[in-house]
């Protein structure tokens, strides 16, 4: 019972879901059945800092602990 991530080619949101065998995904923002399954990516918390294979979650810095996206 895997989570995957997806994203959403409708709302363009991403989203993770617990996957049970063969069970069909949708978006839990549109309910849109048009998703595609992402490639998931390493994390970890060491000593208050964040590291991520993907890098930075904001798409406007290169800080990899952000208090007004959330990641930290």
């Known amino acids: 019972m895997p989570i995957f ?3 959403c ?3 363009k949101k991403d989203f ?3 996957v049970f065998g063969e069970q ?3 978006c839990p923002a549109c309910n ?3 998703v595609k399954k992402l490639l998931s990516t390493f994390s970890h918390k060491s000593d208050g800092e964040f590291s991520s294979s993907k890098g930075s979650s904001c798409s406007t810095c290169s ?3 952000c208090n007004t996206c ?3």
Do not use: K, P, Q, R
Request: aromatic share 4%; charged share 20%.
């Open 5 to 7: 991530e997806y994203h």
């Open 9 to 11: 080619m409708e709302c």
């Open 16 to 18: 993770e879901v617990l």
């Open 24 to 26: 069909e995904v949708s």
């Open 32 to 34: 849109g059945i048009n």
């Open 63 to 65: 800080a990899t602990t």
């Open 70 to 72: 959330g990641n930290s």
